[in-house]
Nanobody, 115 residues
Framework: QVQLVESGGGLVQAGGSLRLSCAAS????????MGWYRQAPGKQRELVAR???????KYADSVKGRFTISRDNAKNTVFLQMNSLKPEDTAVYYC?????????WGQGTQVTVAS
């Protein structure tokens, strides 16, 4: 079955960095667009960053210049490097795999940025 397993979340001070990883299994990873979404308490889930099978990247305006998404197709893993973290980045971060409108989701990893 399909599994997306996130790791790398935690507590960090404002200005710090974290690197999230999402290991995928049960899919042909290289043909999927992979994304990171986040959901803060009381807010809707929002797209943070997305990378297509061809390596094209898209970012939310709020994270441009601070976050970088990348993928390693040999390891079936997508990464999110988060620098210059702000308290407003605090949320549960979810990994997403998308192909032709079908979606798979990970269980989420908590990121907390202390001011």
């Amino acid at each position: 079955q399909v599994q997306l397993v996130e790791s790398g979340g935690g507590l960090v001070q404002a200005g710090g960095s974290l690197r999230l990883s999402c290991a995928a299994s049960g899919i042909i990873f290289s043909i999927y667009a992979m994304g990171w979404y986040r959901q803060a308490p009381g807010k809707q889930r929002e797209l943070v960053a997305r990378i297509t099978s061809l390596g094209n990247e898209k970012y939310a305006d709020s994270v441009k210049g601070r976050f970088t998404i990348s993928r390693d197709n040999a390891k079936n893993t997508v990464f999110l490097q988060m620098n210059s973290l702000k308290p407003e980045d605090t949320a549960v971060y979810y990994c997403n795999a998308e192909l032709y409108g079908g979606n798979y989701w990970g269980q989420g990893t908590q990121v907390t940025v202390a001011s």
